[in-house]
């Protein structure tokens, strides 16, 4: 079922075909959509931005989607990630689903069709990152934890010139460890600022 709610999420979108970008672009209007017509476009787009969702074609002007599909899946291995492309034959598709892919569609695509499966892996990353966010929060209190009795003995500067060391250090472990929970980077983005600077006012009031 198509989730509403879910409309103002991110999708790359990397299709070169204008026609096809302008169809993309009305059925799924009301999501946040980034367009890139080629590989280039759309790795200078994962450098700059997080995203909730990948739809890919399979055949891109410098690149191929399957190639591209297992970049992506290096860097957000959680990501829901859609291939829509004109490929019909079946080795094309195990190849696309082997490289990472939740879902492939034939062109020309069902608007209900997409809707569908774009609205109902969006709603399960949300469920599987809302758990990965439980093990991210343990994650950083642990981490905290163990630099605690560290942090009490450094002066007021010190501690203040540390803090940006601390941070750093736990976002690559707390990042790690909501991954392999099953979270997507873009959930894990949008949720660790306020997830650590919660977790460091609790760490701070506890140890005064």
Partial sequence: MYDAGLRTRTILCVEDDEGS?????????????????NGYEAIRSLNSGVFDLYLLDLWLPDWSGVQLCRHIRQ???????????GAIREEERRRAMNAGANAFLTKPVDPQALRDVVGELLTRASAESLH???????????????RAE?????????LESARGA?????????????????????HFERAWTPTYQSAWTRRSEDHG
Avoid at 75 to 85: E, K, L, M, S, Y
């Fill in 166 to 186: 601390i941070e750093r250090a736990t976002r690559l472990k707390a990042l790690k460890v909501f991954l392999d929970a099953g979270g997507t980077l873009g």
């Fill in 132 to 146: 990965a966010l439980v093990a991210e929060e343990r994650a950083i209190h642990e981490e905290l934890e163990k």
């Fill in 150 to 158: 560290e942090m009490r003995k450094r002066s007021a500067a010190a």
């Fill in 75 to 85: 860097n957000d291995p959680r990501a829901p990630i859609v291939f829509c492309t």
């Fill in 21 to 37: 970008r302008e169809i993309l672009s009305a059925i799924l209007d009301g999501y946040s959509l980034t367009f890139a017509r």
